[in-house]
Structures are given as structure tokens and as C-alpha cells.
């Protein structure tokens, strides 16, 4: 593998994706805000670069996982960031769950200095990063795309092109509804079983193979039932997330009452000092 990639973000899921390319024998370089969350993979071989610069000056491959829209735009943009200082030709793809204008805004910047640039948000949580089968929905050129595949097959299995820049951002965001109302039922779902006087987990072993079946009721309400709140996807990503689907939606003209409602619980739950937990412990509104 002669392609260097560079990898800003190394938390949760980004960890486990740059350790999963660099097992597949690409040279990796990393830049995080806080140098200790990548010791693992400096330890394995990966270099360490002091400035998002640094890092885009050397890579063919920017690839960034970051936490907020505003720290996507701090890191692409400005005399520091990505787009002015990666070489002609380098293909740059945010994996941040991120707005779709901002996507395309990154697209058509880097266009106007040859540089090609894909948005291509994931889904699958910590299991899906360990395990490199996460769902990667892409937007931008095909020719792009293609490019990319080789990398994109390290860390995913569901590989989608959805069309233009930012259709892999709206694509996350239809995922993201998706959950959203979800998580409300597979929370209601547990609390109902232990009030019942069920095992949730004999309950679990049956509607997780019927209509009912879902990634969250498989892979979150077992952590929900152990009382393990760790985050494979922090509540304050997911409100994040909720907050952009709502005001694209609304821009729309859409209504989206599950959305709304989820994202008021999730408020609440964050409100209440789980801003930092997995999504999962949102059943802690409900079990009391």
C-alpha cells in the first residue's frame, strides 16, 4: 500500500478505523487535539503531525472524523487548514456526521484547487469501527468514489455512492431519523419486559429475529439491560445529529414529530448529566 493517509480525529469510532487501515498496511499519519486519545496508534507505527497542515502537506489521502460541523470548517478551512495546504490531486473525505450544505461548500472549494473531496458519513457505532463493517454513505464524483473503494472496503461493508456532494450527508441524516424514534421504542420496550416480571434478555432472544428486529435492539438494548452506558456513540453526537436532520427537514417543509420527540428526551437525558454516555442510556428517562 503506497497511499499515505492522513487521519484527523481519533476518538471512538476514528480509533478503530485508523487502526484498521493501518492493519491493512497503509501508511498512516495522525493529527488529534489531544495527542494521548492516539498513544495506540503512535505505538503501532502511525506519525504523529503537529498541525492539520502538516498532516495535508504529506498525505494522498485526507480522511477526518471530528465531533461538530464547526470543527469540520476549523479543519478544512483557513490558512491552517486542509484545503490550503493538501497538493493538487489529494482525494479529502469527511467521515463526520456534518451538514449537507457544508459538505458541498467543502466540495466545491477544494474543486477550484484540483483537490477531490468526498463526503462519506458512517453508521454502525463502535462495534460496526472495531469490526470494520460499518455502512459508509458517500456523495461526490463517481470517478472519486472509485478511488477510494480500496479504502472504504477496509473499514465498511454497506458501501454506498448516494449521489452528489452532500447526499451522503442527507443519507447519514435519514439514518439518524431512522434511530431516533427507535431508540424511544427499544427503551419502552426493556422497562416494559422488567415491569412484567420478563427476563429482558429471553424477551430480547425473541423480538430481535422478528418485525421488531433492528441494529439497536441487538447491539444497545443488551448494554441497556447490563447497566453499560459507555459510549459507542455519544448522546451529545446524537443531538447533534437530531439538531441538523431537524432544521434540514424544516427547511424542507417536512414535519417530523418521532424526530422532535427524540431529540427533546435526549436534551433531557443530557440535561441531566449523560451528554457524555452512549445513546443507550437513554432508557434511564424511562427506568425508575
Not at 68 to 88: K, M, S, T
Not at 182 to 191: F, K, L, Q
Amino acid at each position: 500500500m503506497d497511499t499515505t493517509i492522513g487521519f484527523i480525529g481519533t476518538g471512538v469510532m476514528g480509533k478503530s478505523m485508523a487502526e484498521n487501515l493501518m492493519n491493512a498496511g497503509y501508511t498512516l499519519s495522525v493529527y488529534t487535539r489531544t495527542k494521548e486519545k492516539a498513544k495506540l496508534l503512535l505505538d503501532n507505527g502511525a506519525a504523529w503531525k503537529n498541525t492539520v497542515a502538516e498532516l495535508a502537506k504529506e498525505a494522498d489521502v485526507v480522511i477526518s472524523m471530528v465531533g461538530y460541523p464547526q470543527d469540520v470548517e476549523a479543519v478544512y478551512f483557513g490558512e491552517n487548514g486542509i484545503l490550503e495546504n493538501a497538493r493538487e490531486g489529494t482525494v479529502v473525505i469527511d467521515m463526520t456526521s456534518s451538514k449537507p450544505a457544508l459538505a458541498k461548500k467543502i466540495y466545491q472549494a477544494a474543486a477550484e484547487k484540483n483537490i477531490h473531496a468526498l463526503d462519506a458519513p458512517v453508521s454502525g457505532g463502535d462495534v460496526g469501527a472495531k469490526n470494520g463493517t460499518l455502512a459508509i454513505m458517500a456523495g461526490g464524483d463517481q470517478e472519486i468514489f472509485d478511488q477510494a473503494l480500496p479504502i472504504f472496503n477496509v473499514i465498511g461493508s454497506e458501501i454506498i455512492l448516494q449521489g452528489e456532494a452532500g447526499a451522503g450527508q442527507h443519507t447519514k441524516l435519514c439514518n439518524q431519523i431512522t434511530i431516533a424514534s427507535n431508540m424511544i421504542g427499544v427503551s419502552e420496550a426493556i422497562v416494559y419486559a422488567k415491569k412484567a416480571g420478563l427476563d429482558p434478555t429471553r424477551v430480547l432472544d425473541s423480538i430481535t429475529t422478528g418485525a421488531a428486529g433492528s441494529w439497536s435492539l441487538s447491539n444497545l438494548a443488551p448494554r441497556m439491560i447490563q447497566g453499560d452506558y459507555a459510549p459507542g456513540f455519544y448522546v451529545k453526537h446524537f443531538i447533534k445529529d437530531m439538531t441538523i436532520a431537524l432544521e434540514s427537514a424544516e427547511e424542507m417543509g417536512m414535519s417530523t414529530p418521532g424526530l422532535s420527540l427524540s431529540l427533546k428526551l435526549y436534551k433531557e437525558l443530557a440535561e441531566k448529566g449523560e451528554a457524555d454516555s452512549g445513546t443507550q442510556a437513554l432508557i434511564k428517562l424511562f427506568d425508575n
